[in-house]
């Protein structure tokens, strides 16, 4: 798996970004609204316009459009096809890359195991809960193998119970596969479950990047502005349910 | 077990009842109607040439029918209707995929559009009776003019109306800007082109009756002005009946395939 890089990346958030994510890490990217944590996947994903240089395990990956850069991508609202099945939607990537009937029935219905949503084979998004869509979107993120997986807020919709589930499969699934991860949040919860390293975005600008122990053990001292205590607020902000998850 | 038996029969009951009420409810209105028809039309208050019974009306719809002049009648105005619907249709929806997906495509042909749309389709009368002449192709340019606005307008509000970020979902997974159009977005704008369709296929009938009565010698709406000149209300009203029903049948196909096609969407 691919460790990624993004040099001097600047548009309309950023002003010449410098930063890496490791080869198989789970990097969490922390910030409030309007830090640019989306924009930041967007990049990564080549879905929006920008300068300097992204590279994929030290390739540069500009000139590479998105359907080809091998990108899974968790979006902030899923966006599930409506008008595809679960098998279908998971199915997705496989159908449109041509791979043969009997491979794509085969690779979904180990990713409907793997997601534990067998049973939801022939529904349609509309009829899910929110955990069942996660689960769904998931699937299909990670049905063409991706070299790179950006998840933006996934848990954002969920309750409680439900999300202190999933994020402790994703992780272990992305343990499992070994893929190198982004995964966008201002929620700290997840972020302490989830990551191996954590970068602090605020206005653009990288604030803090830190291992799980220092980012933790040092909180609220973080020097150049933004404190574990900032990503609190902004979850407060977000009505997400700090007290019922910390 | 006792307790859930007898509840599972009530409600197959009540589904049951309820269709038929549904039904009744439907068919009363029109009985009613026809019995108080028929029933002034006995009282011989007005001339039976002006004001004909339903029985009379029904006796000469099954010599119509018989004497094979409805049906040939039907079956000419169905082929222009058809024609025009299809052609229109078509090129509706091919033109609103290219405005839906390109802007430039949109910013150089809407102005054009937004002029001529506000234009019913039987004010280009005149001028195609000029330009295509009285023949077979002037109600089937009529009914493709009918057809292709509103189909051309739901097209592009259906492609329009698709999640950005469904869009950009498909991008990432793989597809090429082409499998993105015939996977994703034409899918979903499904719905709103059914709705165009259906929106005009009753339409299209209305625009070939009056082309018909206007210039063409053939079809439901000629033998509509014939039975006027010769003051057959009985024929007239005829083919009105047959007018409402195609426009129903055609209406409701639209609205049957939409439901089949959306199914489960949710």
Not at chain 1, 92 to 111: A, P, T, W
Not at chain 2, 149 to 163: A, E, Q, R, S
Not at chain 2, 170 to 194: E, H, M, Q, Y
Not at chain 2, 209 to 231: D, F, H, K, W
Request: glycine share 8%.
């Amino acid at each position: 798996m691919p460790g990624i890089e993004l040099k001097n990346i600047g548009n309309y958030v950023f002003s010449n970004l410098n930063m890496g994510v490791f080869d198989g890490e789970l990097l969490v990217v922390l910030g409030p609204n309007g830090a640019g944590k989306t924009t930041l996947l967007n990049i990564i994903a080549g879905l929006i316009d920008y300068e300097g240089t992204v590279l994929f395990d030290g390739t540069p990956i500009d000139e590479i459009p998105t359907n080809e850069r091998q990108i899974g991508y968790l979006f902030q609202n899923l966006a599930l096809f409506s008008h595809l099945d679960v098998a279908s939607n998971v199915g997705y990537s496989l159908r449109v890359n041509g791979k043969e009937k009997k491979e794509i029935s085969q690779k979904v219905n180990e990713l409907l195991k793997l997601m534990k949503i067998e049973h939801l084979k022939h529904k349609y998004p509309k009829t899910l809960s929110g955990g069942e869509k996660q689960r769904v979107a998931l699937a299909r993120a990670l049905a063409s193998s991706p070299k790179v997986l950006l998840l933006d807020e996934p848990f954002n919709s969920l309750d409680v119970g439900i999300c202190r589930c999933l994020r402790r499969e994703i992780c272990q699934i992305q343990r499992r596969l070994g893929i190198t991860t982004v995964f966008v949040t201002h929620n700290l919860a997840d972020a302490r479950e989830m990551g191996d390293r954590f970068v602090v975005l605020k206005n653009g600008k990288i604030q803090q990047v830190a291992s799980k122990d220092i980012f933790f053990d040092n909180a609220g001292d973080a020097g150049n502005g933004y404190r574990v205590q900032d990503c609190l607020n902004c979850a407060i902000d977000c009505n997400c349910k700090r007290d019922e998850r910390l | 077990m006792k307790g859930s038996k007898p509840r599972i029969f009530l409600t197959r009951d009540s589904c049951g009842s309820m269709k038929v009420k549904d039904v009744l409810v439907g068919i009363l209105p029109i009985i009613v109607f026809v019995m108080i028809w028929e029933g002034i039309a006995q009282l011989n208050i007005f001339p039976t040439y002006i004001f004909p019974s339903f029985s009379a009306v029904i006796r000469e719809f099954y010599r119509l029918v018989v004497g094979g002049v409805l049906l040939n009648s039907l079956l000419s105005s169905l082929f222009r209707v058809l024609a025009g619907f299809l052609l229109g249709s078509a090129a509706g929806i091919v033109m609103g995929i290219g405005m839906g997906c390109k802007e430039v495509v949109n910013k150089s042909l809407n102005p054009i559009f937004t002029l001529l749309y506000p234009i019913p389709a039987l004010g280009w009368a005149p001028l195609l009776m000029i330009w295509v002449g009285i023949n077979e192709m002037l109600p089937i340019t009529l009914i493709f003019l009918c057809a292709f606005f509103p189909v051309l307008y739901n097209t592009i509000t259906g492609i329009k109306g698709v999640d950005e970020d469904v869009i950009k979902a498909a991008r990432t997974l793989g597809a090429s800007d082409r499998k993105i159009l015939t996977t994703v977005i034409l899918p979903l704008a499904i719905p709103n082109i059914f709705t165009g369709l259906r929106l005009e296929a009753g339409m299209a009938w209305r625009v070939v009756i009056a082309a018909e009565m206007v210039a063409i010698p053939t079809g439901i709406g000629a033998l509509m002005m014939r039975a006027e000149s010769l003051l057959r209300v009985d024929i007239i009203i005829v083919c009105l009946m047959v007018l409402s029903v195609m426009c129903l049948l055609f209406e409701r196909f639209f609205q049957y395939m939409e439901k089949k096609v959306t199914v489960g969407w949710g």
